[in-house]
């Protein structure tokens, strides 16, 4: 009985055995059956797995050094992330391959250069991280509506030297990507070169997508007279840091342009038709830098400037034919004054000493600039007046070259003292600095007056060295005089003189004829 227990416990056990190798062969039948069955035929949803991963691989990136980009049509500058394609008779900007090659390369350019080719239209560009686009020397004469809009970090955009007119020039040109109800702005775009086109105004809502422009160039484009259209344009510019309105030969300005770019901090006029300082200067209370070269303007007198410039430190007032002397004064609100620029003026010839002095509530205190550059080349000076600035020994900078100096005792400052000074900081501008008059000194550097302590003699500039005999000829003639002339006084009342009157007697007399005898009365 117990042996048949056993036989049957056994059988149990390998009954037991033999299901469980069958129960893992059928699991490991299972698991293989769908992975063959994936390679042959993939499921719906292996397939759409598999779809995904396909999609979110990024491609690789183009090695852009490699390119023909790079190699044959532009100029590739690695280092500086710069792509120069300039010169290189294009009549259109990139290429679609051209474009996907920049998108897909493995160097993004944050500056293109396309000047001096052939270009005369800009499309709708593609999208590219692109800060600095030039665009100059072309022949461009048709934008697109939107043609910046891609370019989302476009900060300075170069359109100068081209063919672009008022009407190319449409405010859309500078919308962004269309949002929900409006066109974006370009808010990225901070400075914006128009100089050198064919404009004669600006559309008055031109720079309504650029909130925050701040440099914006206009200069040799013959607007003449700025419109009510221009005005509205330029005061809309509520960022506006830099203004370059120079050769656009207008001699008015509107007196209120100024008004809302209240941020205005350098302004360029050169080379217009200006006959006095604008009055519309009084509206700029952020001016640092102003620069009106080559004008017409007259002679310099208080109150040109108005108080409102106190806060200008560069003033530029150079190549102005027709301007004589600045006067007493004339430059006494520019209290912040550090830099004067006033060279290449063939006419200056006079600086009054109180030029620069302004009162204050002490009437024995005086207020003046604290300049430290101060460049008077090429002028028709003869003369530096000591008062001019209080404390020469802060001005580091003092250009005196080409001018006509006097080297008397009016210039006794300038040649014993100022001319050591600017031999020690800038010896360079020594150089050319010469006496004019006396003759005897003519062409002779004021810095060898200097080394050698010349003495200098003010009564007759023209002969230095024969002034204390002119001056000793004069003394000797006065004490030799005054006895001569007292003896002359002397015979003269004693009759003395009636000696050279006595008649000879064998002379004929004549007696004068008498007023009746001419007339025959």
């Known amino acids: 009985m117990v042996r048949h227990r056993s036989l049957i416990a056994l059988a149990c056990c390998v009954l037991v055995c033999s299901m469980n190798l069958l129960l893992i062969q059928a699991q490991t039948t299972q698991k293989a059956v769908p992975l063959a069955n994936s390679t042959a035929a993939p499921t719906a949803a292996s397939s759409s797995a598999s779809s995904t991963t396909a999609t979110t691989t990024p491609k690789p990136k183009i090695k852009i050094a490699d390119s023909d980009l790079c190699k044959k049509k532009c100029s590739c500058d690695l280092k500086y992330f710069q792509i120069d394609c300039s010169s290189k008779s294009l009549k259109t900007l990139f290429s679609k391959e051209d474009w996907d090659t920049l998108v897909n390369g493995d160097v993004i350019f944050s500056t293109i250069k396309f000047n001096n080719n052939s270009i005369t239209h800009i499309p709708i560009l593609p999208s590219y991280p692109v800060e600095n686009l030039y665009l100059s020397f072309n022949q461009i004469n048709n934008i697109s509506l939107g043609a910046f809009q891609n370019l989302n970090k476009l900060a300075k955009l170069d359109l100068s030297h081209n063919n672009i007119t008022t009407k190319v020039l449409d405010p859309d040109v500078f919308k962004g990507k269309y949002a929900a109800d409006k066109y974006e702005p370009i808010t990225t775009l901070i400075e914006l070169d128009l100089a050198y086109n ?38 809309s510019l509520s960022s506006l840091k830099t203004l370059d309105m120079s050769y656009m030969e207008i ?21 217009n038709l200006f006959h006095e300082v604008p009055k519309a200067f009084k509206w700029t209370k952020n001016l ?3 620069v009106l070269d080559e004008n017409p303007l007259g002679d310099f007198v208080k109150g040109n400037f108005s108080d409102s410039l106190n806060t200008l430190q560069y ?44 009162n204050t509530t002490n009437p024995d205190i005086f207020a003046y600039p604290p300049l430290t550059k101060l460049y008077l080349n090429n002028n028709n000076l003869r003369k530096l007046e000591r008062e001019w600035i209080q404390r020469w020994d802060l001005v580091k900078t003092i250009d005196l070259r080409y001018n006509p100096w006097a080297c008397d005792c009016s210039n006794s400052y300038l040649i014993h003292t100022l001319m050591k000074e600017i031999n020690t900081t800038t010896p360079q501008l020594t150089k050319n600095v010469v006496c004019s008059t ?11 007056l200097t080394a050698d302590n010349k003495e200098l003699i003010c009564e ?56 009746a005898d001419d007339y025959h009365i």
Do not use: M
């Open 198 to 235: 064919d404009l004669h105004a600006l559309q008055n809502d031109l720079f309504e997508h650029l909130p925050n422009l701040e440099i914006l160039i206009l200069c040799k484009n013959t607007f003449q007279v700025i419109d009510t259209s221009t005005l509205v344009a330029i005061a």
């Open 251 to 271: 001699s008015v300005l509107p007196e209120t342009i100024f008004h809302s770019p209240n941020e205005l901090e350098t302004l360029i006029l050169s080379g």
């Open 288 to 290: 640092k830098k102003l």
């Open 315 to 358: 003033l530029s007032i150079s190549f102005l034919t027709d301007t004589t002397r600045i006067g007493p004064g004339a430059l006494n609100v520019l209290q912040n004054l550090t830099t004067l620029i006033a060279s290449d003026n063939p006419r200056l010839s006079s600086i009054h000493e109180l030029a620069f002095t302004k």
């Open 438 to 448: 006396p003759e005897a000194w003519k062409n002779r550097p004021l810095l060898q």
């Open 460 to 515: 007759n500039a023209n002969q230095p060295a024969k002034d204390g005999i002119v001056l000793i000829s004069i003394l000797v003639g006065i004490l030799i005089g005054i006895p001569l002339t007292l003896g002359a006084l002397v015979i003269y009342r004693r009759g003395c003189f009636g000696l050279l009157n006595r008649i000879n007697p064998s002379s004929p007399r004549y007696n004068r004829a008498s007023f």
